[in-house]
């Protein structure tokens, strides 16, 4: 299983992306044969992760949204100028 992304902004964020969700974390470049089993991800509910959530729609396999701050709360980030994390 793979996760794949469109968003460089998810990429720059691999190092805690990949430990927290498990799998490794590639760069989507549109040519990819995807297995059943890969997830596409995208953060939040912008523009342009319509794209990438359209996308797994179309090729039938998942897509998990991302977000930020949501635990980080749970002790400030900016407190220690670390970026939170979470998934649901």
Avoid at 26 to 44: I, P, Q, R, T
Wanted: proline share 3%.
């Amino acid at each position: 299983m793979y996760l794949y992304t469109g968003s460089k902004g998810i990429l720059a964020r691999k190092n805690n992306i990949e430990p927290m969700l498990g799998h490794p974390l590639l760069y989507m470049k549109g040519d990819e044969a995807f297995s059943k089993n890969d997830v596409l991800v995208g953060w939040g509910k912008k523009s342009n992760t319509k794209q990438i959530k359209q996308k797994a729609q179309e090729l039938g396999i998942s897509y998990w949204q991302l977000e930020d701050g949501f635990i980080g709360y749970i002790g400030h980030p900016a407190k220690r100028r670390k970026g939170g994390f979470s998934y649901c």
